[in-house]
């Protein structure tokens, strides 16, 4: 997992709708995966760097020449979809 995030950045994560959005999708299908981020402090943080993954490989597909919606889809699944930590 990653660092500790500085305070300014996990406050500035916690407002951010779109990091909520990925909490929760990831509270309903990652149960454990988000009860192990956020005792440790940084489920924000992962959140938010999810995100930003998501824009650059979405960016880079469509730069390839991929239709927005094919683009998007493979973003999701690549950047905000999580291993299988459930089983």
Do not use: I
Request: one cysteine or more; glycine letters at 2%.
């Amino acid at each position: 997992m990653s660092q500790q995030p500085d305070p300014d950045e996990a406050q500035k994560a916690q407002d951010d709708p779109a990091v909520a959005a990925v909490v929760r999708q990831w509270e309903k299908y990652r149960p454990k995966f988000t009860a192990q981020a956020r005792k440790e402090g940084n489920l924000e943080q992962l959140a938010l760097e999810a995100l930003e993954d998501h824009a650059n490989t979405f960016d880079a597909l469509l730069k390839r020449g991929l239709p927005s919606v094919e683009a998007l889809h493979a973003a999701d699944m690549e950047c905000l979809s999580l291993p299988d930590l459930e089983e």
